[in-house]
């Protein structure tokens, strides 16, 4: 599966980036693509382009805070989690997405 | 369309009350954005459109609440918002907090359950001890059935009580060791021979009281006079009265003067109220530390206390229940807080309190005897403000470099008439003395309708700060003033000081003052007087000086800058009025541009010039100071050695261009800003250095590691304030356990209160739970304080590096094996790829 995410915690210095670190790793071995957009300290990073949500098929949040461009997914599934969901247990989030 | 979150926590004593939730709805109304706020503790919502709504949902002190904003303009409307409620909101606390000095616990010792009540805080140490509750004042005065003897022989007994009084206060003034019991004393001795008080006792007699039912009526008359009082000052007086009376009483049944409860092992003392009699009967000895119920922080009996450095907490409702079942108490008088029965964590956290002012003090030593200069090695001269030969002695040991202003007018407050020329040379010769070879500025009487000296007898007026005072009634007391100059000058014999005159208006005062210095000098040539020479100085505190410094310069020596009274003049503003406090503020640029003008001025004429007053004792000014290029400030003796340190860091050509950019600001704030947001430059840190990484840390607690670690970065000057960046990194702990789940936790917080971007570490000695609930333990302790600002800059990577790092298991391992401070730090600088 192809799968856009967006990461975001509220101060945006550690949680937005280790939430981003855990999916790639757990999409990577459960065999799915990946592409995840932070929004933190450092503003947004790894945007994700008009292109990768054309070839998507599920969206990931895992957001605490509200985040820029959230109707961006309006046409794809999302799954919303909290980030330290993602970081605890990222495979039970893709585990979310069925097959 | 665009929706923002805001999170934040409610900083004010009272709760949203109804002027912050009109602000916040004024605020609101500026935006097209949607704003709803929610109460994280009720879950009340409510809408920014409505004040009713706010105060609705029950904003308490220190509830968190969400502000959701929603709309085309949310992005400035929540940049609007965050400024608020960080700068604005707690302003609305400000008269609260000015008069009540309320004081708020660090989270570290809040969350600690404490068994507790709050009094005022008045500063100073912390003291653990027994509680001894002193008994009631007013027992002894109940046991007085003397006979009544008529009216001759009850004015006889009273008259021989009043004289018998006045006897034991001048016998104790003698006894007295420091100056401030002897000022207090000297002050009861004008109270116990004032006409008014004997008329008003002897009025009672005549009306055919006995003396004891006179001294009653006589008390209860003043106190319910005072006690009336807008003033806190005069309503405190009330004390001096009561002890007084209660003294007059007891010669009359020739009662003992001890008290009752005499200490026997050192306590923690607690009282309704104590007369500064009363206090100086306790055996110093066993005293630890003092709590008042009912006190006020101006009272004599905490001068007294304080003298003697004995700690003190006044107005703590609920105390005496509290010692009263208590077997061990801790007094707080820095917080203003008793703790009963302190718990083992308390009793740490107070320990790690300790090390902290132990680390504090260790930093500090080695300026206090060193020249202060800037790192490019300006100098900048640090003197102390004296009101007498304690603080003196206090200054130097300090490390002041000098006395930049000897407040005389504390040598005449509080008496019956001016101190002697015998009397003030004793003060004077002997502040030479411990001075050495440090210079000495010697600033004569400035007393006036602000400043009352009942002898003078000034009448009151209309604008007292623009009236008859200072220099200006020299002329009119004429005698008191050449004493005075005649006292300085003799002083002066062994080395030359400085001799400087408040509130110069024109040269032709300055003028007469070198007339009326050349006349005492030839009375004391004709006496065969030996006296020296003294440099002559002026205030600069009265806008008309700034504008004449080249003219004053052909007849003064030296100048020093008064900021509280200039500030006052130039800005048009009461600092003591509460409404337009924001006016009355030191960094306004406007008065910047003077202070500028003024340094200028005088320095093109080679004059020495030296800044004295409120705004010299403000660290946080200091940048302004050196940019000012002033040779010298006089500042309070406790902040010396910090300042030392302080401008150890600065550079003096920066500072000038952070000045230079304050004089172009549009009002205070924005300098205040520009203070901020350039002391990191001024200052900067690495990242992380050995400094912040500690390693086998004795912890037992979530409370204990954030505290430790916040006082790391504090004591390697990373942050502004200890207590309000542990705030910060709590209120994201609440939001959300920052445990990681493999061993490490990385608390952390954003805020414009940290000066450089850090990361400290803390490895524990035992492993601890960070949360109760938590399954995994925690080794290893980060935190991350990111200095906030409007535009990210490049550090901020290394954030989100270390952040992907923490999670990788081999990077966790390798962290692990890494037992020593050095191979920490080697380790995250080789794998942040830090250079250096």
Same mark, same amino acid.
């Not at chain 1, 855990?22 to 994700?48: D, P, R, Y």
């Not at chain 2, 100073?124 to 009216?151: E, K, M």
């Not at chain 2, 503003?573 to 509460?578: E, I």
């Given at each position: ?99 | ?31 097209? !954005? ?55 909101? &707690? ?193 110093? &000895? ?85 020249? !202060? ?117 003799? !002083? ?104 500028? &003008? ?58 000038? &261009? ?144 270390? !952040? ?33």
């Amino acid at each position: 599966m192809k799968i856009v995410a967006v990461t975001a915690c509220p101060t945006g210095i550690a949680h937005t980036y280790m939430a981003a670190e855990k999916l790639i790793e757990a999409a990577h071995n459960q065999g799915h693509e990946i592409k995840v957009e932070t929004q933190g300290a450092m503003g947004v990073e790894n945007q994700i382009t008009e292109d990768d949500l054309q070839g998507a098929d599920v969206a990931v949040l895992a957001v605490d805070i509200t985040v820029d461009g959230e109707e961006r997914f309006r046409h794809l599934r999302v799954i919303k989690v909290p980030v330290a969901e993602a970081i605890r247990n990222p495979n039970a989030v893709l585990d979310q997405l069925g097959s | 369309m665009s929706c923002k979150e805001l999170i934040f926590t409610c900083e004010l004593i009272h709760g949203l009350h109804a002027r912050p939730a009109s602000a916040l709805v004024a605020l609101a109304k500026e935006f097209e !954005a949607v704003m709803e706020l929610e109460n994280l503790r009720t879950g009340f919502k409510a809408s920014l459109s409505s004040a009713l709504s706010l105060i609705a949902a029950d904003i308490a002190y220190r509830d968190t609440c969400k502000v959701r904003v929603e709309g085309s303009d949310a992005q400035i409307a929540l940049k609007k918002l965050k400024k608020f409620v960080l700068k604005e909101l &707690k302003g609305f606390d400000t008269k609260v907090l000015l008069d009540d000095n309320l004081p708020s616990l660090p989270p570290s010792l809040r969350r600690l359950n404490l068994k507790h009540c709050l009094g005022h805080s008045i500063g100073g140490r912390w003291v653990a001890g027994i509680p001894f509750c002193l008994s009631d004042q007013s027992h002894y005065s109940n046991r007085d059935n003397l006979a009544y003897t008529g009216i001759a022989g009850e004015r006889m007994r009273l008259l021989g009580a009043l004289e018998q009084l006045l006897v034991n206060i001048r016998k104790n003034i003698t006894k007295a060791e420091l100056d401030t019991e002897k000022s207090i004393l000297n002050a009861h001795f004008m109270l116990a021979s004032d006409q008014e008080f004997k008329d008003r006792l002897l009025n009672y007699i005549s009306e055919g009281k006995a003396a004891h039912e006179s001294i009653r009526k006589t008390l209860q008359y003043y106190s319910e006079k005072l006690e009336t009082a807008e003033n806190s000052y005069l309503r405190e007086r009330v004390l001096d009265i009561q002890d007084l009376c209660n003294q007059l009483l007891q010669l009359i049944c020739n009662h003992s003067v001890e008290r009752a409860d005499a200490l026997t092992t050192p306590s923690i003392c607690l009282a309704d109220n104590l007369t500064p009699s009363q206090f100086l009967a306790l055996n110093k &000895k066993f005293l630890k530390g003092l709590v008042l119920e009912n006190g006020g922080k101006a009272s004599h009996t905490v001068l007294l206390a304080q003298a003697r450095g004995i700690p003190v907490i006044v107005g703590v409702e609920g105390a005496r229940s509290l010692m009263e079942q208590a077997t061990r108490v801790i007094l707080d008088a820095k917080l203003g807080v008793l703790i009963a029965d302190p718990s083992e964590k308390v009793d740490r956290y107070y320990q790690q309190e300790a090390e902290r002012l132990k680390m504090l003090e260790r930093k500090y030593q080695p300026f206090i005897h060193r020249e !202060a200069k800037t790192a490019d090695q300006k100098r900048l001269e640090v003197g102390a403000n004296i009101i007498g030969l304690d603080d003196a002695v206090q200054a130097f040991s300090s490390g002041a470099e000098g006395i930049g202003l000897f407040r005389t007018e504390m040598m005449f407050m509080e008496r019956t008439q001016a101190p002697d020329m015998d009397e003030q040379y004793g003060v004077y010769e002997a502040v030479v003395k411990v001075a050495g070879s440090r210079p000495v500025i010697i600033r004569t009487i400035d007393v006036g309708a602000d400043k009352p000296v009942d002898y003078f007898e000034l009448p009151e007026e209309q604008n007292p700060f623009l009236g008859f005072r200072a220099v200006r009634l020299y002329s009119e007391f004429l005698d008191i003033f050449k004493d005075q100059v005649r006292a300085i000058l003799k !002083a002066s014999r062994t080395k030359s000081l400085g001799l400087m005159i408040p509130m110069v208006t024109t040269v032709s005062e300055v003028l007469w003052v070198r007339k009326i210095i050349s006349e005492v000098k030839q009375e004391m040539t004709a006496e065969g007087v030996h006296f020296g020479d003294v440099r002559l100085g002026i205030m600069v505190e009265v806008p008309s000086a700034c504008m004449i410094i080249d003219q004053l310069s052909k007849y003064v020596d030296f100048f020093s800058i008064g900021s509280n009274d200039l500030a006052q003049y130039v800005l048009a503003a009461d600092r003591c009025n509460d409404r337009i406090g924001e006016l009355y503020n030191y960094l306004q640029p406007s008065f910047l541009r003077l202070l500028d &003008k003024v340094v200028k001025d005088a320095q093109s004429k080679n004059k020495w010039i030296g800044v004295c007053g409120e705004m010299a004792s403000d660290i946080n000014t200091l940048p302004i100071l050196v940019g000012l290029g002033v040779d010298e400030i006089s500042v309070s003796a406790n902040q010396i050695s910090a300042i030392k340190e302080r401008v150890s860091h600065l550079n003096s050509l920066q500072c000038r &261009k952070l000045l230079d950019s304050a004089l172009d600001a549009q009002d205070c704030k924005e300098v205040s800003e520009l203070l901020k947001n350039t002391y990191s430059e001024l200052a900067p840190r690495p990242l992380f250095d050995l400094s912040i990484i500690c390693i086998d840390y004795d912890c037992l607690s979530r409370e204990e590691a954030i505290k430790q670690l916040v006082d790391m970065l504090y004591l390697d000057s990373r942050i502004a304030d200890s207590t309000s960046i542990e705030e910060a990194v709590w209120l994201r702990e609440e939001f959300a356990s920052t445990n990681l789940g493999n061993g490490i936790a990385i608390p952390h917080c954003r805020s414009d209160l940290v000066y450089s971007h850090s990361i400290a570490v803390l490895k524990l000695a035992k492993p601890i739970q960070w949360l109760p609930q938590d399954d995994s333990y925690v080794d290893t302790v980060f935190i991350l304080a990111v200095r906030e600002s409007d535009t990210p800059d490049s550090h901020m990577k290394f954030f989100a590096s270390l !952040a992907r790092k923490l999670i990788e298991n081999d990077f966790v391992e390798r962290f692990r094996q890494s037992v020593s401070a050095d191979s920490v730090n080697q380790l995250l600088r080789t794998e942040l790829k830090l250079n250096n």
